[in-house]
């Protein structure tokens, strides 16, 4: 059974980088597309981008300048940076496989919590 | 970008009602929309993809419809664990992008 969690500091300092990886257990990182979601307090979802398993990339353009993703295959797990954070990039963080050929988000992790402060 | 549009932003419903959310998008998506769920500090649900395929293990009672801008989540009849909110998602082939609606609260009347 495919599974994902999130891990990274919870707490970042201004203009400093964000860094977050995802587990992912149960099946292999290949084959796939992998996204990065986020939520920030009481608001609502915002796709951040996503990875193919191959390195290839799309990013959401109000935060392109800011990203990115990569893929460890050794490991089985991607990754996010995002550099130059500021108080609005606080949020829960979601991980999640992106099945290309529906448009959708099948698998998600739990979902972790930054604070920029 | 293509925005999403969603509609009402709060359903107030009891349970056994008919609830119908709306997404509408500023350009044409074809047949790429999908709905997820979300409940309190959870992750999102995906319920349907491709605009009416329920996913894996997700109830009858929802069903989704629509093409181009206009789609509709409908469920059937509200059960107490369907109380919740509702985001729709397009996936574009041109800009390669992905992008998500505001998101529709239902909650018990």
């Known amino acids: 059974q495919l599974q994902l969690q999130e891990s990274g500091p919870g707490l970042v300092r201004p203009s400093e980088t964000l860094s977050l990886t995802c587990n992912v257990s149960g099946r292999a990182i290949s084959s796939y597309y992998w996204t990065w979601t986020r939520q920030p307090p009481g608001k609502g979802l915002q796709w951040i981008g996503y990875i193919y398993f191959s390195g290839s990339t799309n990013y959401n353009p109000s935060l392109k300048s800011r990203v990115t993703m990569s893929v460890d295959m050794s490991e089985n797990q991607f990754s996010l940076k995002l550099s130059s954070v500021t108080a609005a990039d606080t949020a829960v963080y979601f991980c999640?496989?992106?099945?290309?050929?529906?448009?959708?988000?099948?698998?998600w992790g739990h979902g972790t919590t930054v604070i920029v402060s | 970008e293509i925005v999403l549009t969603q509609s009402p932003a709060t359903l107030s419903l009891s349970p056994g009602e008919r609830a119908i959310l709306s997404c509408r998008a500023s350009q044409s998506v074809g047949r790429y929309l999908v709905w997820y769920q979300q409940k309190p500090g959870q992750a999102p649900r995906l319920l349907i993809y491709d605009t009416s395929n329920r996913a894996t293990g997700i109830p009858a009672r929802f069903s989704g419809s629509g093409s181009g801008t206009d789609f509709t989540l409908t469920i059937s009849s509200l059960e107490p664990e369907d109380f919740a909110v509702y985001y729709c998602q397009q996936r574009s082939s041109w800009p390669p992008e992905v992008t998500f609606g505001g998101g529709t609260k239902v909650e018990i009347k």
């Open positions: 999640a496989r992106y099945d290309f050929s529906s448009g959708g988000m099948d698998v």
